[in-house]
């Protein structure tokens, strides 16, 4: 399954944007799907995921109550809407997929298939 994520770009503090994850030669079915972030000179960063057959969704405490993830499975694509965005949400996001258990959900090595990435930078 290769993965492209676009949607990123600049936008002013307390704006939006929805970025998009579309997978192709496949599906996202039977696995867990998760957006990561990384900022220049920092570690990649668990944004949220989700596990496709049984549902939950998970953030990270910086992005919850502003993020949400969200799929479409007729388009095999997965969305992450990001509202009232702060500078220190700039980065380079990524979309991946994976089985990890659980207590590796947010743990970028829980996952093996990454897409390219898209940037978000967000001006103050």
């Known amino acids: 399954v290769q993965l492209q994520a676009s949607g990123g770009g600049l936008v002013q503090a307390g704006g939006y944007l929805r970025l998009s994850c579309a997978a192709s030669?496949?599906?996202?079915?039977?696995?867990?799907v998760a957006w990561f972030r990384q900022a220049p000179g920092q570690e990649r960063e668990f944004v949220s995921a989700?596990?496709?057959?049984?549902?939950?969704?998970y953030y990270s405490d910086s992005v919850k109550g502003r993020f949400i993830l969200s799929k479409d499975n007729a388009k095999s694509t997965v969305y992450l809407q990001m509202d009232s965005l702060r500078p220190e949400d700039t980065g380079v996001y990524y979309c991946?997929?994976?089985?990890?258990?659980?207590?590796?959900?947010?743990?970028?090595?829980?996952?093996?298939?990454w897409g390219q990435g898209t940037q978000v930078t967000v001006s103050s």
């Open positions: 030669g496949g599906t996202f079915r039977s696995y867990t």
């Open positions: 991946t997929t994976g089985r990890p258990i659980l207590s590796s959900l947010r743990l970028p090595e829980g996952y093996r298939n």
């Open positions: 989700n596990r496709w057959n049984t549902g939950p969704t």
